[in-house]
């Protein structure tokens, strides 16, 4: 029974996708994909030049742009480099770097393109709106709501975020300059002045507040 059951649906039984091409420049899992093949969690597909593929799951899809890598997660695509465009009535989401992009309304049909060089992610939600969504890994940050790492790209609206966000939380100056090699050798070098004259350097008895 198995063996005659369509592949199409056989990928929606275990949750996946397809994945379609015209089965040139497209690689899925290190291996050339063809014209249509089920997807599945974890798949890996790379686009190569003057080559693009579609994702077609549940009430989404994703059309995968040249020059371009992507991981099916189910729900949402994790875009290390590249571009692409999706549509959805489903929520499904793209995760890149710190950021996810996501629609606001996952019950209505939303559009968005999400460009994702050197570092920078442009988002542009060409039917309803989504959101940009960041998280990081800055303390202080974190203890905020939700709300402040939200900005929302209107129809019609292009926005841009950097892949990384927040960094460590800066050592203050004061610390990190007493921190320094240089202030460790002259701490060490004034606490052996301070013995030297205290105890071991000075001719006769040590000091005292009687003999100074």
């Given at each position: 029974?198995?063996?005659?059951l369509?592949?199409?649906?056989?990928?929606?039984?275990?949750?996946?996708?397809m994945?379609?091409s015209?089965?040139i420049?497209?690689?899925?899992d290190?291996?050339?994909?063809?014209a249509?093949?089920?997807?599945?969690?974890?798949?890996?597909?790379?686009?190569?030049?003057?080559a693009?593929a579609?994702?077609?799951?549940s009430?989404?899809?994703?059309?995968?742009?040249?020059?371009?890598?992507?991981?099916?997660?189910?729900?949402?695509?994790?875009?290390?480099?590249?571009?692409?465009?999706?549509?959805?009535?489903?929520?499904?989401?793209?995760?890149?770097?710190?950021?996810?992009?996501?629609?606001?309304?996952?019950?209505?049909?939303?559009?968005?393109?999400?460009?994702?060089?050197?570092g920078?992610?442009?988002?542009?939600?060409?039917?309803?709106?989504?959101?940009?969504?960041?998280?990081?890994?800055?303390?202080e940050?974190?203890?905020?709501?939700?709300?402040?790492?939200?900005?929302t790209?209107?129809?019609?609206e292009?926005?841009?975020?950097?892949?990384?966000?927040?960094?460590?939380i800066?050592?203050?100056?004061?610390?990190?300059?007493l921190?320094?090699?240089?202030?460790?050798?002259?701490?060490t070098?004034?606490i052996?002045?301070?013995?030297?004259?205290?105890l071991?350097?000075?001719d006769?008895?040590?000091?005292?507040?009687?003999?100074?």
């Amino acid at each position: 029974m198995i063996a005659i059951l369509p592949v199409s649906l056989l990928a929606q039984d275990t949750q996946g996708a397809m994945l379609r091409s015209n089965g040139i420049g497209v690689i899925l899992d290190k291996n050339p994909a063809p014209a249509s093949i089920a997807l599945f969690p974890n798949d890996l597909v790379e686009t190569q030049k003057n080559a693009a593929a579609r994702i077609e799951v549940s009430g989404s899809t994703a059309d995968i742009n040249v020059d371009t890598m992507v991981q099916f997660e189910g729900s949402e695509l994790v875009l290390d480099h590249g571009s692409l465009s999706v549509n959805t009535s489903h929520g499904f989401r793209v995760r890149v770097g710190c950021l996810t992009i996501t629609p606001v309304n996952d019950t209505v049909w939303t559009h968005y393109d999400v460009v994702d060089v050197d570092g920078k992610v442009s988002v542009s939600a060409l039917k309803s709106d989504v959101y940009i969504n960041a998280r990081t890994k800055n303390l202080e940050q974190a203890k905020q709501s939700a709300q402040s790492n939200r900005a929302t790209v209107h129809e019609g609206e292009r926005k841009s975020r950097e892949e990384k966000c927040g960094a460590a939380i800066p050592q203050p100056r004061s610390t990190a300059i007493l921190n320094s090699p240089a202030a460790i050798a002259a701490g060490t070098a004034g606490i052996g002045v301070m013995i030297c004259l205290g105890l071991i350097c000075r001719d006769g008895d040590p000091m005292s507040p009687t003999k100074p």
